[in-house]
C-alpha cells in the first residue's frame, strides 16, 4: 500500500533508481524521469504530491525551466530541488519561483524522506485550506 506519489527527476539513472527503490519500500509511490521533458509527460498522466526535482541536467530542458513548467502542469505539487554546491544560487531562484526547498547533493536518504514529508504536511494544510474555501461556498449557495 503506497500512500504519497512522488516524482524524481534526476539524469544519474543509478541514484535514480536506487532512490525509487528505496522510497517504494516506505510506502512511497515513487516514480522516475531522466529529463525535464519526460517529467513533464508523466506530470500530465499523474498527479503527485512531491516532484524532487534536480538543478543540473544536460541537454534540453535545466531545473529551473522545468519547474516553471511543473508548476503550470500540478501548482499544487510541492518541488524540492537537487542541487550542487555551485549552483545553490540557481536554488534560491527556484524557491523564489514556488520551490519548496533544497537539498545538497550528495543526499542522505533520512535528510531525503524528511524533506519529504515536510513538503506533504505543508500540501496537506494548503489542500484542506481549498478543501473547506469549497465547502463554504457549496454551503453558501445550497
Ligand atoms: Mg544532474
Redesign the pocket.
Known amino acids: 500500500m503506497h500512500y504519497f506519489n512522488v516524482l524524481i527527476v534526476?539524469?544519474?539513472e543509478d541514484f535514480l533508481e536506487t532512490i525509487i527503490k528505496r522510497l517504494n519500500k516506505r510506502q512511497v509511490d515513487a516514480s522516475g524521469a531522466l529529463s525535464g521533458e519526460k517529467a513533464l509527460e508523466l506530470l500530465k498522466e499523474k498527479t503527485f504530491d512531491v516532484v524532487i526535482l534536480?538543478i543540473?541536467?544536460?541537454g534540453g530542458m535545466d531545473g529551473i525551466e522545468a519547474l516553471a513548467e511543473i508548476k503550470k502542469i500540478q501548482p499544487l505539487a510541492e518541488v524540492i530541488l537537487l542541487t550542487g554546491h555551485a549552483s545553490v544560487e540557481t536554488s534560491i531562484e527556484g524557491m523564489r519561483l514556488g520551490a519548496f526547498d533544497y537539498l545538497l547533493k550528495p543526499i542522505k536518504l533520512d535528510d531525503l524522506l524528511k524533506k519529504i514529508a515536510q513538503a506533504i504536511e505543508k500540501k496537506d494544510v494548503h489542500d484542506q485550506k481549498i478543501r473547506s474555501a469549497q465547502i463554504k461556498k457549496l454551503l453558501k449557495y445550497w
Do not use: N
Open positions: 534526476d539524469d544519474e534536480d543540473k541536467m544536460p
